[in-house]
């Protein structure tokens, strides 16, 4: 059973090289990247080959890929994606001063992003690392340490820091505007709207504000405002947009007010965190620096 076992757990650079060579599609491509010279990774893939007891190549063209070699190597691929990032996890959290945070796409781009500058001042010994998250996620199996939520309230086994609210009014391009003059807010309608699959009310609580029913069809869903945003400014719609996302565009006049109502949403932006997390001194650190942050902008509003 042992050497079984073993049979099935090549060595890593087998793996490597034969993971190169698919990508590749290039057995001196793959010699390059790896710094290897050509005929060592051909010695990788026969022995992985042998190992497997499998012919992972056509043997015509070296680095065509047969039926079993394409369904491996989308396996192996996956494999030392997460060997990569299970090594760079244990690395970076070695000395305990690494902050895995999850920002949203936009708000991260266009908020955070300008302003991180001010916590690495503050803070130079702690590492950041951000991944890109949109909604309800596991904390542990991604091994992230806080997230910026928009939402209502976060998830069982979590804190939460209130950060700020969000003002939202109905956007579009000039032209879009011009084809479609409106003249009351009931006229949008009979427009095509824009909507965000995690904010599906969204538009309903705008109606509801001016005692107007909601539009009987659904327009275009999209999962990130910016490309929302951008759909707007193609002139497919009018979209639904926090203010304070959409400053540039509006100030350069690529996006228009469809109707001057703005109104503030039913969604928050918050910290949100594993109750597990809570003392970990980069989390403390963020979380104190990104919440002065966020009420000196939200004073700053109009």
């Known amino acids: 059973m042992q ?33 290897l010279t050509q005929g060592a990774i051909s010695r990788q ?18 680095a065509t890929l047969t039926p079993v070699g394409q369904i491996y190597a989308r396996s192996i691929a996956s494999a030392l994606e997460i060997i990569r990032s299970a090594s760079l996890e244990a690395m970076t959290r070695m000395h305990g001063n690494t902050l895995n945070l999850a920002i949203l796409p936009t708000f991260g781009t266009r908020w ?11 803070h130079p010994g702690i590492i950041l690392n951000f991944a890109t998250r949109i909604g309800q996620f596991d904390f542990e199996s991604e091994a992230l340490d806080a997230a910026i939520h928009v939402g209502a309230r976060p998830w069982p086994g979590t804190e939460s820091r209130f950060l700020m609210n969000e003002t939202v009014l109905p956007v579009c391009s000039p032209d879009f505007l011009n084809i479609h003059p409106i003249e009351s807010p009931n006229d949008l309608r009979d427009l095509p709207l824009l909507h965000m699959a995690s904010r599906p009310g969204a538009w309903d609580h705008w109606f509801a504000s001016l005692d107007l029913p909601p539009p ?11 490309n929302v945003e ?11 947009m926090p203010a304070f996302l959409i400053r540039s565009e509006l100030a350069s006049g690529q996006l228009v007010r469809a109707w001057p109502h703005e109104i503030e949403s039913n ?11 809570r003392s970990h001194p980069p989390l403390v650190a963020f979380a104190d620096w990104l919440e002065e942050e966020a009420q000196a902008f939200s004073r700053t509003e109009p």
Do not use: H, N
Request: aromatic share 8%; net charge positive.
């Open 45 to 62: 893939i026969a022995g992985l080959e042998a190992q497997l007891g499998v012919r992972l190549f056509e043997r015509s063209t070296r």
């Open 267 to 277: 969604s928050t932006y918050s910290l949100v965190y594993p109750i597990s997390r």
């Open 112 to 122: 955070l992003m300008p302003r991180i500058s001010g916590f690495i001042a503050r």
């Open 216 to 226: 009987a069809g659904r327009g275009m869903g999209f999962e990130q405002f910016s």
């Open 230 to 240: 951008q759909a707007c400014v193609a002139g497919l719609g009018i979209g639904l």
């Open 3 to 35: 050497k079984i076992q073993r049979r099935l757990l090549p060595s890593t650079s087998a793996l490597a090289a034969f993971d190169a060579v698919a990508r590749l599609a290039s057995f001196s491509a793959a010699a390059l990247e790896l710094s």
